[in-house]
């Protein structure tokens, strides 16, 4: 593989911490996540104590989730269940492998014609799951898709200004202006066939929940899996592509993916050899697994900020007994509600110690962390209550929190948990608890409807960037498009544009550390902690476990 031309090496550069890259842990002196929670090292928490290698024959292999993929279209959610399950069907031009590292993937190389052009050399010889070829124009097809007003992938590929085809195997992609993580972000645009989309008229996402297509329930890629059946909230199965371009190294034949909501049937489906896998495991069935022999925990840090967020673009808050304006919009009470929450309490006794508190909205691992800045004010109910005298609401107010409660580790007990914290500064929350796939759609794009809520985020190029430009920069069509709460800050916009354009690893850097300060002054979001993965398998199974919580079927194999 070429490297590309005037590519700063520290963007390209992953440090491999055992079985997991955590990018820019250099630039951050280091990650605190270099031993597992039971105290081994990260390379035997991310594969189990055991290496990946050949064995002597396929197999079938079940595992069992909390929550189901929400779609087949890779365009309709930013979401890393859907990535990850639909990245065994659809592949990227550029993917990472077990160490999170870049690799080539549907381009065997590329190189920088020029600040803002890239040419991308397609492999030859791929051919779609139908048997026809994979070309450049499949590629021109997929970008313009991804960049669709429909499209929920806008974000990673809104520094593209378009996809040109220079013959069958080479695409030139140009940027508005240089884009200096243009290759990670590569890696979650899932290229899907132009001519299957146009055959089943799905050349434009549809809006999960408000349209729907063939490409919601069905899927034809290139990649190591095909999909052959699917029932939503119950069931899918893929099976071996038995054209794919590349060297298998799973020996699975078959996976199903089952869906079980309950953590108690979960952990008894595993435990009765029902499943070969869980993927969310409780933590206080951690020592129970522990302790049950032919089964083994895997443990690893993992990438994603879980986080509170506030409205602040309603004028008046539908779940809010204050009338004529919104509290939030006050810093004051924004403030108030963080310094009621005790993080570090939910993340030691609630969770079993299976998240890392933090202040920041990205955390160890992704390129631009501080640890400087990682540094959570000390709960005080008694200065939250001053705060909110201050800003006119002596007596508090009532307000409606949304919570997922099949997505995250103990999400609905953590907002649970929230309710009592927030009540004794006389914050009344009301709850409501849901499935993500009610949650995403009520309180993402188009909806946005939700006044206080509880989300999770993993950058998709491990870059601070990524946080900035989705969840925090001003919605404008591209920009914020997982901004829920309308937060606009136009210091933060400038910057966020700047970084997003600096090629100097230094000047980058000081930049993001300068927009880390405007968004824990402002707090548009209250960070909570990092989340430690935790999947739980028959030790005849061996899995990658990376960081970004994907779980790539190309690495399963079963003894």
């Not at 992704?366 to 001053?386: E, I």
Request: some cysteine.
């Amino acid at each position: 593989m070429r490297p590309p031309a005037r590519f700063p090496s520290r963007f390209l550069r992953v440090t491999a911490l055992g079985g997991a890259a955590l990018l820019g842990a250099s630039l951050a002196g280091g990650s605190p996540f270099e031993e597992s929670p039971s105290g081994g090292s990260l390379r035997g928490a991310i594969l189990g104590g055991v290496t990946l290698g050949s064995v002597a024959h396929a197999a079938n292999f079940r595992w069992a989730n909390d929550g189901d993929v929400n779609a087949m279209d890779p365009a309709t959610r930013q979401e890393t269940v859907q990535l990850s399950f639909l990245a065994n069907i659809y592949e990227p031009l550029v993917r990472r492998n077990a160490d999170l590292q870049l690799e080539p993937a549907l381009a065997e190389s590329w190189e920088q014609l020029s600040p803002t052009v890239w040419r991308f050399h397609l492999r030859k010889g791929v051919r779609w799951q139908d048997g026809s070829p994979f070309t450049a124009d499949d590629v021109v097809f997929t970008l313009r898709r991804t960049l669709s007003k429909t499209s929920s992938m806008r974000a990673p590929m809104a520094a593209v200004k378009e996809a040109r085809k220079v013959d069958d195997h080479t695409v030139d992609f140009e940027t508005f202006t240089p884009d200096p993580i243009l290759v990670q972000e590569q890696s979650n645009l899932l290229i899907m066939s132009k001519t299957w989309c146009e055959a089943h008229d799905a050349t434009e996402p549809a809006i999960i929940g408000k349209a729907d297509n063939y490409a919601l329930r069905n899927a034809m890629g290139t990649g190591p899996f095909r999909l052959v059946s699917r029932e939503p909230d119950r069931a899918t199965v893929v099976e071996k592509n038995p054209t794919w371009w590349d060297a298998p190294k799973h020996h699975v034949d078959r996976v199903e993916l089952v869906v079980i909501g309950s953590a108690a049937t979960r952990v008894a489906a595993l435990l009765s050899g029902e499943v070969d896998m869980i993927y969310a495991v409780p933590p206080q069935d951690i020592p129970r697994i522990k302790a049950t022999p032919g089964l083994k925990l895997l443990q690893a840090p993992e990438l994603r900020t879980i986080y509170l967020g506030f409205n602040q673009s309603r004028d008046e808050l539908p779940s809010s007994d204050v009338k004529g304006k919104n509290p939030l919009r006050d810093q004051r009470v924004r403030m108030a509600l963080a310094l009621a929450i005790d993080a570090p309490a939910i993340s030691s006794r609630l969770m079993l110690g299976l998240g890392r508190p933090g202040w920041t909205m990205w955390g160890p691992g992704v390129n631009g962390y501080d640890a400087a800045r990682d540094v959570r004010p000390t709960t005080d109910p008694a200065k939250a209550r001053q705060l909110l005298a201050e800003a006119g609401y002596p007596d508090g107010f009532k307000l409606g929190l949304d919570c997922p409660n099949d997505r995250y580790v103990m999400d609905e007990q953590i907002c649970t948990a929230l309710v009592p914290m927030l009540a004794r500064i006389g914050v009344r929350v009301e709850l409501s608890a849901q499935t993500k796939a009610k949650f995403f759609t009520k309180i993402l794009a188009p909806n946005y409807d939700t006044d206080f809520w509880l989300l999770g985020w993993t950058p998709a190029t491990y870059d601070a960037h990524n946080v900035l430009y989705t969840l925090l920069g001003t919605r404008d069509g591209k920009r914020g498009e997982l901004n829920v709460g309308g937060y606009s800050n136009p210091a933060l916009d400038a910057l966020i544009g700047q970084i997003g354009v600096e090629t100097n690893a230094g000047k980058r850097l000081e930049m993001i550390r300068a927009a880390n300060a405007i968004v824990q002054q402002d707090l548009p979001t209250v960070p909570l902690h990092q989340q430690v993965i935790v999947w739980a398998a028959k030790d005849t199974v061996q899995v990658a476990q990376p960081a970004d919580n994907f779980f790539p079927y190309r690495y399963i194999q079963v003894k």
